[in-house]
């Protein structure tokens, strides 16, 4: 069992940047691989980007690459999503994952654990 709670949600002005931060329990976050989803107001929960056990590779849904790095702190237990450069469109409730595969953080059918969500709010 893992317990996965994000932070650092809130309200920010569009182009601004914001950065969530995930924390595991545990003692064997270094062997999960981890993502980040987001669900906005009547909208399906959608991939935005995962990273390996390692954190050397990373993944990233086409809408956020280049504004989203993904990253992690192995001896911290936690896992990180950058945002920058934030749009109206990136509001949403933000969800971190893990699972024991890459495909496994990828898609919302196959993820073995799921944190309580962090609310973004980004502002014209």
């Known amino acids: 069992q893992v317990q996965l709670v994000e932070s650092g949600g809130g309200l920010v002005q569009a182009g601004g940047s914001l950065r969530l931060s995930c924390a595991a329990s545990?003692?064997?976050?270094?062997?999960?691989?981890m993502g980040w989803f987001r669900q906005a107001p009547g909208k399906e929960r959608e991939f935005v980007g995962s990273?390996?056990?390692?954190?050397?590779?990373?993944y990233y849904t086409d809408s956020v690459k280049g504004r989203f790095p993904i990253s992690r702190d192995n001896a911290k237990n936690t896992v990180y999503l950058q945002m920058n450069s934030l749009k109206p469109e990136d509001a949403a409730v933000y969800y971190c994952?893990?699972?024991?595969?890459?495909?496994?953080?990828?898609?919302?059918?196959?993820?073995?654990?799921w944190g309580q969500g962090t609310q973004v709010t980004v502002s014209s």
């Open positions: 990273i390996s056990p390692s954190g050397y590779d990373t």
């Open positions: 545990g003692r064997t976050f270094g062997s999960y691989h």
């Open positions: 994952a893990a699972g024991s595969s890459i495909a496994a953080v990828r898609s919302i059918s196959t993820v073995a654990y």
